[in-house]
């Protein structure tokens, strides 16, 4: 059986790039930084998406497992 690429020539060389650059890691991140990470990019990947919920709505729902019961789209991060 064939293995399918999944990347092109150019996207495989940026992975790689990303895996071996010692300032391109995540691993130094602490736990928190972690979290706010996530929060930013949820918020404007919903932005992008057209979700209405604020900053302060998308951290709620992320950090504090806050269920908003709107009609509002829920983030798809």
Known sequence: METKRIFDDIQLQKATFILKNKH?????????????????????????????????????LLKDDVLLLSVKKIPRC
């Open 24 to 60: 391109t890691k995540l691993s130094g991140l602490t736990s928190s930084k972690i979290r706010n990470l996530a929060v930013v990019w949820c918020y404007y990947w919903g932005k992008i998406e057209r979700n209405t919920y604020t900053y302060v709505e998308t951290e709620a």
